[in-house]
């Protein structure tokens, strides 16, 4: 899928199937002020979760993920056949809430983007640069939360 090469971006377009793009999205989950760079508990659950289903459970293909202060940026598609993206998202936060000392974590809703085709290499980008674009790294490979699939 998404390729990364030393902290170089491979363009990706092109390369996966017309059914499976009809389903990318950049997704953005932001929390209540809980800045989850110091909620070491809240971080694993997160890396942990997004690791079993997409690796695992195979709910997602997930292209580029990124862990900011205080949201979660993801380019994923969901792969389940009779769900959505709002059922992944209600299901997902759901489950790390519950298994969290903060049980307001999560702003009730969510940003979200269709990427198409063209775009999705560049929006892949996009998510796992934030931490440079934000000031907090001066390369985005030296951010250990935020990759490439």
């Known amino acids: 899928m998404v390729k990364e090469a030393g902290c170089k971006v ?7 199937n017309e ?6 999205y950049r ?4 929390t209540r002020n809980v800045n989850l760079l ?3 508990d809240i971080l694993n659950l997160i890396l942990t979760e997004i690791k079993l289903r997409s690796m695992i459970l195979e709910e997602i293909n997930l292209y580029a993920f990124c862990l900011m202060p205080f949201h979660i940026s993801i380019v994923l598609s969901v792969k389940e056949e009779n769900s959505d993206l709002k059922a992944w998202v209600k299901k997902f936060k759901t489950y790390i809430t519950r298994n969290s000392d903060v049980k307001k974590l999560w702003k009730p ?15 892949c980008e996009e998510v796992v640069k934030q ?3 934000m000031g907090l790294v001066d ?11």
Not at 27 to 30: A, E, G, P, V
Not at 109 to 123: A, G, I, R, S, W
Not at 139 to 149: A, Q
């Open 10 to 16: 491979i363009n990706i377009s092109g390369i996966i």
């Open 19 to 24: 059914q499976e793009i009809e389903k990318v």
């Open 27 to 30: 997704l953005r989950l932001n």
């Open 38 to 40: 110091y909620q070491s």
């Open 109 to 123: 809703l969510f940003e979200f983007e269709k990427v198409d085709n063209p775009m999705l290499t560049y929006k």
């Open 131 to 133: 931490p440079e674009a």
């Open 139 to 149: 390369n985005w490979c030296d951010y250990g939360l935020s990759f490439m699939v």
